[in-house]
């Protein structure tokens, strides 16, 4: 059930969201001879700053309740782009969040599965963390608070955060064997003593290079690609796979592959507006995976919305896709 309701004050609209995140949080339902739990997860779109439209706000509101969903549903998200770099009051702010929620294990792991249409036994686990506050419904996803972290100089800071949390997941689940991707920022490709610190993990078999799949964002390394080719060619001799991500239909992959050697594409969350409307981005998207598959370079797609984005997804030779059920982890 969807419910669409209006509101003239930002606070209002909180309070109504964490109470019907409270009321209806582990509620049971008897519905004939079944008994399910009940959760409720809010999307919220502020429309203070600029002017809206209607249907933007209502898109914003739905693109933030899909970010819940996504991160395990059962809290509420606010729609808000990324921090802006001119605005140093915002940045202060961002800044004491993320402190005080690494200085109190605020981060939260989720692993996001991918599965293959081809191979049924075939799953990789993408790693995040999702900035959740004890007693604070508010889900913060890495789209808001990894750009904010990169600002503020944190982001290495972050990324040594979620790799601790994979090592006490590791811990508490030793029978686990499937690989996963764990995503580093272009800060950390540039921080020699995380680089020091991930080698120690990886040389002890602390973090098993077999399963290891590093994951760096195209729009992040555009810059730094020496310092991507030192990491790759570090890491690689060692076992370590690679996945280059959030990558645009458009991205010349082609000149990007001749220089980083990676065996994986996560195409960016776009994707499924690209399969039904944009014929030139279409184009774009045969033709790189066209050229990841003479590189024996597999592509991942994100999550999509229906079985005929599948299809179209097959059409294109992608068979791995990323699935909607996200698994939260207490580590």
């Known amino acids: 059930m969807a419910l669409r309701i209006w509101f003239n004050e930002r606070s209002e609209a909180e309070s109504l969201a964490r109470k019907l995140v409270g009321n209806y949080s582990g509620r049971i339902l008897e519905i004939r001879d079944k008994s399910p739990t009940v959760t409720a997860s809010v999307g919220l779109a502020i429309g203070s700053g600029q002017m809206f439209s209607v249907d933007e706000l209502l898109s914003q509101a739905g693109s933030a309740l899909q970010d819940v969903e996504r991160a395990g549903g059962n809290g509420y998200a606010r729609y808000q782009p990324p921090a802006a770099s001119s605005d140093s009051d915002d940045i202060k702010q961002w800044t004491e969040k ?8 605020e981060f939260r792991l989720v692993r996001l599965p991918i599965t293959s249409m081809e191979d049924d036994n075939l799953l990789i686990y993408e790693i995040e963390t999702r900035l959740r506050s004890d007693g604070n419904d508010e889900i913060i996803l890495p789209s808001m608070f990894r750009p904010a972290a990169i600002q503020s ?3 290495v800071d972050v990324d040594r955060d979620q790799i601790r949390h994979v090592l006490r997941w590791q811990e508490s689940n030793p029978s686990e064997r499937d690989p996963f991707i764990i995503t580093i920022s272009a800060q950390s490709l540039t921080d020699d ?5 991930l080698q120690s993990l ?5 973090l098993d290079a077999r399963r290891l799949i590093l994951g760096l964002r195209e729009p992040e390394i555009r810059e730094s690609l020496r310092e991507t080719q030192r990491l790759i060619s570090r890491f690689a001799a060692r076992g370590v796979r ?50 990841a598959t003479a590189n024996d370079i597999q592509v991942i797609s994100p999550q999509v919305e229906n079985t005929s984005d599948l299809a179209a997804l097959w059409q294109f030779g992608i068979t791995l896709v990323q699935d909607d059920f996200v698994r939260e982890d207490q580590a």
Do not use: Y
């Open 153 to 155: 100089g944190l982001a």
């Open 98 to 105: 993320l402190r005080h929620a690494l200085n109190n294990n």
């Open 202 to 206: 990886v040389d002890a078999q602390t």
């Open 242 to 291: 690679f996945a280059l991500l959030d990558v645009d239909p458009d991205c010349k992959i082609d000149l990007l592959i001749k220089n980083i050697n990676i065996n994986f594409i996560k195409l960016s969350s776009e994707l499924s507006a690209v399969l039904r409307r944009d014929e030139h981005k279409r184009a774009s998207l045969r033709k790189m995976t066209d050229e």
């Open 193 to 197: 003593s995380f680089i020091e610190w």
